[in-house]
């Protein structure tokens, strides 16, 4: 008797699951797309997209957009605003200490430090060495491209600029700054 109920309850149990409701049945309330209605089907219009997505960069540096173009004089090919954010980026990847900046007149007042500090007796004895000397990073928009310049700025810069206990920096010095940027700014800038 056991079985038979079991078998009467699974047979209903199965009729049950197999009849579908009636809201399955209608189709009329379901979304339809829509009819497209051509002026003329012989004539089709195609709209081609002609764009295209600039292909990034694969090696790090701006490449051939920054060029020397004297001892001291760096141009990049990229208008002042972005020239600016972009040297700036440099010089913190290039761990050269920017003690002021003016942005409306172009001008970065910056540090080099020429002792190399990558050792440990290095980096334990850097409060002996003298400060670093003070340059100053000029950058003009000229044309389509930016210019940069390093020079050493007069002793009313250096005093606004610093503290008076800075070293007195040399020419060669500011050509040594520029190389260092053109090397970070062509082969060794990071995306932002």
Request: hydrophobic fraction near 35%; proline fraction near 6%.
């Amino acid at each position: 008797m056991r079985i038979i109920v079991k078998s009467l309850l699974l047979t209903v149990f199965l009729a049950a699951c197999g009849s579908e409701p009636s809201r399955y049945r209608d189709t009329e309330a379901l979304e339809r797309p829509p009819a497209v209605i051509s002026e003329s089907p012989a004539k089709e219009q195609r709209i081609v997209d002609t764009s295209s997505i600039p292909k990034r960069k694969d090696t790090a540096g701006l490449g051939p957009d920054v060029y020397l173009n004297s001892p001291l004089q760096l141009t990049i090919k990229q208008p002042f605003d972005d020239a600016w954010n972009t040297l700036g980026r440099a010089l913190k990847q290039s761990d050269i200490k920017v003690t002021d900046h003016e942005r409306d007149k172009g001008l970065y007042y910056v540090t080099q430090d020429k002792t190399d500090r990558t050792g440990f007796f290095a980096k334990a004895t850097a409060f002996l060495s003298d400060d670093p000397s003070i340059y100053l990073l000029t950058v003009k928009q000229e044309g389509e491209e930016t210019t940069v310049t390093a020079s050493v700025p007069n002793a009313a810069e250096q005093s606004s600029a610093t503290s008076e206990s800075a070293s007195a920096p040399s020419v060669e010095g500011a050509e040594d700054l520029l190389k260092v940027l053109f090397n970070t700014l062509h082969d060794k800038l990071e995306e932002k």
